[in-house]
């Protein structure tokens, strides 16, 4: 049984094709994983082969994500990832090139996680609880704020009318979830929360992804020897929150809680610099993951 949880947050340092394969009537060739809703997300399979190739076979905590494919007796694992859900998006704006996006819906994920890390952490220690208000955001739309004001802005090529409240961040607590680098840039860019209304939020996110088309030339004829295609990517900047989940660790030549599992764990990959997904070679899939 799984018995602590850690939160992790996954930045984009450069832009990421965690992709599908070829999608059957999708609107590009090889587009990006997306979750029941659509939002792009990181599916756990993915993630954690990406951090398994980062830690490499010699490493000892290796041992705890499970056998590897193919290898026989199969081993359990004993770490737990679980889908890298969106958070926060880079949107074009007029003043200052660009802001964070958000919607109710994409905090909604980070609240879940929140809720299940406060729950499995609680029972090891006396941490205060972490909390995200999302009844701010309720609260906004049902009766208003005292302090706000209303404007229009173009966000992504859409018109759209706002309500600027001071101090956002930290009404609803996200200064105190989110890792410094991340918070330190909600704080210079700024942050806008999308309507979940009509789908609005999603159609504007949707339109801060790149796509890029490419083709591959035939030696050195350079005549195009396939393509084009497109390709799907998540701009740098991106922000994802997913939940590692560690059990006890035993073996022939001991055992370890899953406390200690998991501060090895976090030991190996917090403030590390890793690869997701593909196009390693022309400067795509550069992350960095921060554990809460």
Not at 12 to 34: N, S
Request: glycine share 8%.
């Amino acid at each position: 049984m799984y018995s602590v949880a850690k939160i992790l947050f996954i930045k984009a340092l450069t832009p990421l094709h965690v992709g599908t394969g070829r999608g059957e009537g999708a609107h590009v060739d090889l587009p990006i994983q997306r979750d029941e809703f659509g939002y792009p997300t990181i599916w756990a399979s993915s993630l954690k082969g990406a951090i398994k190739a980062h830690i490499g076979k010699n490493n000892k905590v290796r041992e705890y994500l499970g056998s590897e494919p193919g290898v026989s007796p199969t081993r359990p694992s004993h770490i737990s990832l679980l889908d890298a859900r969106l958070v926060l998006m880079p949107v074009r704006v007029l003043e200052g090139v660009w802001a964070y996006g958000t919607t109710s819906h994409l905090l909604s994920y980070l609240k879940y996680y929140l809720d299940v890390y406060n729950e499995m952490s609680l029972k090891q220690s006396a941490l205060s609880k972490l909390e995200l208000r999302l009844d701010l955001i309720k609260s906004m739309k049902r009766k208003g704020l005292s302090n706000k004001f209303k404007d229009l802005v173009i966000i992504n090529e859409t018109d759209l009318e706002i309500e600027y409240v001071d101090d956002l961040i930290s009404k609803m607590g996200i200064d105190k979830i989110f890792p410094s680098d991340i918070k330190d840039k909600i704080l210079e860019q700024g942050l806008v929360i999308l309507s979940d209304e009509n789908n609005i939020g999603l159609n504007i996110l949707n339109k801060s992804l790149l796509i890029q088309y490419r083709v591959r030339l035939k030696g050195e004829e350079k005549t195009v020897e396939e393509g084009p295609w497109s390709e799907e990517y998540l701009p740098m900047e991106t922000v994802f929150v997913s939940l590692i989940l560690c059990r006890d660790y035993k073996s022939d030549g001991g055992s370890k809680s899953g406390v200690e599992i998991c501060e090895e764990f976090k030991k190996e990959i917090d403030k590390k610099t890793i690869y997701v997904g593909g196009r390693e070679t022309i400067g795509r899939g550069l992350a960095k993951l921060f554990v809460l």
